[in-house]
T-cell receptor, first 114, second 112 residues
């Protein structure tokens, strides 16, 4: 069974640009979650998508957005990039919502803002 | 707001000993708690889940306890091995699926 895949592995942008990160969940998983892991900080919850709908979002500004496609893959968009957006962005999937379900993570996209 | 604290950022133990990692939380009443392992440059990997009505859970050399009165979970690795060296994260969640909170992690090094 293929795991969660994320692309690209690394992404370098400059301030003010826009970034798009992609995630393919495990086959059969309908929920996708996005997290930001900045250096020295824990995983911060960004967004949760299930069945194509945004179910919840964390305490992040609106320039962080995303969507989920009919095949359950997802993309995260970050507009007007700022230096503090530099972090590892992790995607996870689970069967249904994550209540009582383990999350399966990809290896992330390392976003660097110059 | 909720706060999750994991014991000292780094923990070093001798091979063969039992490693005990702590996860304390405040301002939250989780319905369940999960533990994950994260290796450098990789995403977290799920290890164990324990529910609020469970006191203890075991899986091979791993054991998790959950004390809702103390607001604390303990994660034990018995007969530790150098391959157990990694960062271990605890995560708390509710039944409503509103949010899922991760601690900052404890870096464990098992010395041969």
């Amino acid at each position: 069974e293929a795991g969660v895949t994320q692309s690209p592995t690394h992404l370098i942008k400059t301030r003010g640009q826009q970034a798009t990160l992609r995630c393919s969940p495990i086959s059969g998983h309908t929920s996708v979650y996005w997290y930001q892991q900045a250096l020295g900080l824990g995983l911060q919850f960004l967004l949760w998508y299930d069945e194509g709908e945004e179910r919840n979002r964390g305490n992040f500004p609106p320039r962080f957005s995303g969507r989920q496609f009919p095949n359950y893959s997802s993309e995260l968009n970050v507009n007007a990039l700022e230096l503090e957006d530099s972090a590892l962005y992790l995607c996870a999937s689970s069967q249904g919502d994550y209540s009582n379900q383990p999350q399966h993570f990809g290896d992330g996209t390392r976003l660097s803002i110059l | 707001s909720q706060k999750i604290e994991q014991n000292s950022e780094a923990l070093n133990i001798q091979e063969g000993k039992t490693a005990t990692l702590t996860c304390n939380y405040t301002n939250y009443s989780p319905a369940y708690l999960q533990w994950y392992r994260q290796d450098p440059g990789r995403g977290p990997v799920f290890l164990l889940l324990i529910r609020e009505n469970e006191k203890e859970k075991r899986k091979e050399r791993l054991k998790v306890t959950f004390d809702t009165t103390l607001k604390q979970s303990l994660f034990h690795i018995t007969a530790s091995q150098p391959a157990d060296s990694a960062t271990y994260l605890c995560a708390l969640g509710s039944n409503t699926g509103n949010q899922f909170y991760f601690g900052t992690g404890t870096s464990l090094t098992v010395i041969p």
